[in-house]
């Protein structure tokens, strides 16, 4: 009996450093592939802003495929949730199954996001009023051509996000992150082409070609783990049980969307430009926001593994590691975000038709933003577990909460502030989501703990305020130096100072030791 006991422990033990040595090399592997797609993506940027400025051209393109991509990001992040979560325990019981499940979603959301279409498309005179209530008749009536253009965009965007959901489901991660890759790659090329016989136009095709092409290629990657099946998928059980978590999921990640959408309806009674500058702070704190969600994917497919095999101490263990590092990272992320936010724009979009004033206004919305870093990880973390419950109901309360937050701040701060004023409340409401959503987490899941960032507070604490002054001290003494110089000095300085307070206490802890990252180890 000992004897079985003990082959018992030890092939648990096996089990669990296997599953850390995966789950490590796919966040690696995830991280790599953001880095250079995000870089790709400042380059897109650079060259958009260095072609088109920020302007009311640009305005209109950025407010109409801003809508259409809020609604993208709320098919991915609901389809990646749901179907995440269903396909697992459904794959755990057969294949085949599974994969009939997956084929009969995909049918399901092309039919409902054709009539979502359709709606948009006929409503996109109340639409653009909605999104920009202070322009001009002509204005709003050229917003409304822009929206209906995007529209029927949206069922190639649907194809991608149920492939990439099943990538994710089977661990593999990488070709779902490539698509930022496909998009910076054919908007280049379409406005270096295009630009000088159709203007801003071109970024519509652009964007269309990159639509097409994305759900082309997940389709493919994707095709192995779909299975025939000519049954009503909207009787399929397993549908049912997803169409039963999208209601609330689309409360949930719909308040990002609402969110920007009241950001941008303040904004666009603000200078001109201003909706555009937004848009570009936003790209540039999208690479750690992107950051953060594409990881807590790569978490959730673990997490919810777990969950459907019962093992909850592994569940509180990768929670608990999983929002330590996440804070522990992002907190000198955040200081240099927010003290050197002039620079970061001047140095990525300081060039061509992008002059002093739209760099003054993107610094401030960047500013803004970047606060929102360790709420959107307490946010996100936290979600995914319960999602991985199957419980879309707390997280979707949690989120209407904070839309009432923002909206009420947003509205306060904006006259005061100007378009900080506005990013400053979209960060304060995640902030309140997260904080949420830890305690309807725990309250899922009551074996879920904080008390390793708890004990270690004190030294981030300080770590941080550290930080603050090593900007500060970094901005007196290397003023002098070029842009990129300086940034770089600085980030290492900052980084260099916090990793001598912080990293000794928490190997301390014993929840992550270098041995983790050891060669034995893997």
Known sequence: EIRLSLVGSEMCIRDSSGMQSRLLKNILSVSGVLILVKALGFFKQMVIAGIFGANAETDLINLSYGFIGDIQYLLVQVMLTAVVSVYIHVKEETQNEAGQFASDTLCAGTIVVAAISATIFMLSPWISKLLAPSYSQELSSQLGGYIRLFSPILI??????????????????????????????????????????????????????????????????????????????????????????????????????????????????????????????????????????????????????????????????????????????????????????????????????????????????????????????????????????????????????????????????????????????????????????????????SFLSLKSLWNLTPNILIGGILSILLTWGCKQWLAELPLLIRLCLTTFFVFSGYSVLVIPAVWKTGLIKPCHFSRKQR
């Open 156 to 445: 190639p965007l649907v194809w991608m996000a149920v492939f990439h959901a099943l990538l994710n489901s089977n661990k593999r991660f990488i070709p779902g992150q490539l698509e930022g890759l496909y998009q910076s790659v054919i908007l280049v090329i379409v406005i270096i082409l295009g630009a000088p016989y159709l203007g801003v136009d071109s970024l519509v095709i652009g964007y269309w070609l990159y639509a097409t092409f994305s759900a082309g290629f997940l389709g493919y990657q994707a095709r192995t783990y779909l299975r025939k099946s000519s049954r009503n998928p909207f009787r399929n059980p397993q549908v049912r049980s997803l169409l039963a978590m999208v209601g609330p999921l689309s409360i949930g990640y719909g308040a990002v969307y609402i969110n920007q959408m009241v950001d941008k309806i303040l904004v666009s009674g603000l200078a001109d430009g201003t909706v555009t500058a937004m848009s570009y702070a936003a790209t540039l704190s999208n690479l750690v926001g992107t950051l953060i969600c594409s990881l807590c994917s790569v978490l959730y497919a673990h997490v919810t593994e777990y969950i459907s095999q019962e093992k909850e101490q592994a569940v509180a263990q990768l929670t608990e590691r999983a929002i330590l590092v996440l804070v522990i990272l992002l907190l000198p992320v955040t200081v240099i975000a927010v003290s050197q936010a002039e620079d970061i724009v001047l140095l990525i979009y300081g060039r061509g038709a992008f002059d002093a004033e739209a760099a003054a206004m993107t610094a401030q919305a960047l500013m803004g933003y970047s606060l929102s870093f360790i709420p959107l990880a307490l946010r996100e973390v936290y979600s995914r577990v319960q999602y991985g419950y199957q419980d879309s109901k707390h997280p979707a309360v949690n989120s209407v909460i904070g839309i009432a937050c923002n909206v009420t701040l947003s509205i306060l701060l904006c006259r005061k502030f100007g378009v900080f004023g506005v990013t400053l409340a979209s960060s304060v409401a995640t902030l309140v989501i997260g904080m949420l959503n830890v305690q309807s987490a725990r309250r899922t899941a």
